[in-house]
């Protein structure tokens, strides 16, 4: 018995495998940028939770004696959290970071830019920005 082909199926298989590895090596590439993506919109938050965490360390010394609260020392608080920054290795960090004093709260806004590889191009933006937030106070621990 021999096994018949029809005339219009030949090389389907061929063409469907191409088609698949095509769209793999597009998925992989696309979740290798969202993982670096990711990856690296994390390293800012730690960098701005450590700022805000190093201003918030900052209380004035003087309202402690005298009260026994626990007040932010502004210029200390903007000294430390840049501080914490700076001492970030490896980090791009675009523009100046944004250290924000209100009341008791200090809140940092630190800004990443992001080169794409597979993303870019597709569809060649440049970089991303990233944009993160943290916000910290003092309390007694």
Known sequence: MTARRRDGEHGFVTVWILGLCVTMLVLGGISIDLWRAFGERRSLV???DSAARAGASGIDPDVRRSSGRLQIDPSLADARARASLRSVNGLEITGTPDVTIAGNRVTVVVRGRFDLGF????????????TVTATAEPHEG
């Open 46 to 48: 730690a960098a701005a």
């Open 119 to 130: 993303l870019d191009l597709l569809d060649p933006q440049g970089p991303v920005t990233i």
